[in-house]
């Protein structure tokens, strides 16, 4: 080999290895310039903080539905035993042989006065309870065999006829019939009730009237605004908490290192 093909083979290799060496160069520039491009956009600690503050949203938006429902539901059945307990105590107080007497003379009797009183203690034996009353179902609506004045709605009239509410629409036939029914809630001029009734039966054993006791929904509503409330404070003081602590996190164990 002649000295001027080595030397040409040689510098030849130098041009190519430099042209090699000057194009990674190149490829890392514009690579870190991509980098720099993209973390100006947004940082890795913008990235994390938004990470955890959707997935801490989320959790007690879910946790605060879920818990909500199922203390209104609780309270809902509470509320629904004890109105229908204090119509079952309404009806054992009632003679079923004299309601169609009472509803005839208007209740002018002894015997209307006595039993009055005693529901009337009935109504007055739980704050819950709203409203107490006894209807005798027929086709033509409720007649009215005892009602109380309570505030801001005075007593009906002995066999007055109240038409039948629409929220008591599928009930109407197991009414007529003398049948047991679940607790239905109604919003009426009467407010938001949840209403229980209770049968009262004659000697015959045949259905003659029922008694029907009301819970105030709104306090219900008032508990569940409470407890969401308070929900809501445990949840707040949860998140900033956690969210100073990734704040630290974040900070001092990786983007510092």
């Avoid at 956690?242 to 900070?251: D, P, Y």
Wanted: proline fraction near 2%.
């Amino acid at each position: 080999m002649s000295i001027e093909l080595a030397l040409f083979l040689f510098f030849s290799h130098c041009c190519n290895f430099s042209i090699f060496i000057v194009s990674d160069i190149i490829e890392d520039e514009e690579i870190l310039k991509r980098g720099e491009k993209t973390d100006q956009k947004i940082s890795l600690k913008t990235k994390i903080m938004l990470t955890f503050g959707f997935s801490m949203g989320l959790l007690p938006i879910s946790a605060a539905s879920i818990g909500v429902s199922i203390y209104q539901n609780t309270l809902i059945d509470e509320y629904a035993r004890i109105a229908q307990g204090a119509a079952e105590i309404g009806a054992s107080l009632l003679d079923g042989d004299a309601v169609d007497g009472w509803l005839i003379n208007g209740g002018t009797d002894e015997e209307y006065e006595k039993t009055k009183k005693l529901l009337e203690n009935v109504l007055h034996s739980s704050v819950d309870i709203e409203y107490l009353y006894v209807y005798k179902i027929m086709e033509d609506g409720c007649h009215v065999v005892f009602d109380f004045d309570v505030e801001d709605t005075p007593a009906e009239e002995v066999n007055s006829i109240i038409a039948f509410d629409e929220d008591f629409a599928g009930d109407i036939a197991d009414l007529l019939d003398g049948k047991e029914i679940d607790p239905i809630i109604t919003n009426d001029q009467y407010g938001y009730l949840l209403s229980a009734y209770e049968p009262v039966y004659d000697s015959a054993k045949e259905c003659v009237c029922y008694v029907g006791a009301d819970v105030d929904m709104g306090t219900i509503l008032r508990m569940r605004r409470s407890f969401l409330t308070e929900l809501a404070a445990v949840f707040l003081a949860f998140f900033i908490l956690m969210a100073v602590l990734v704040v630290w996190l974040t900070e001092y164990q990786m983007m510092i290192p």
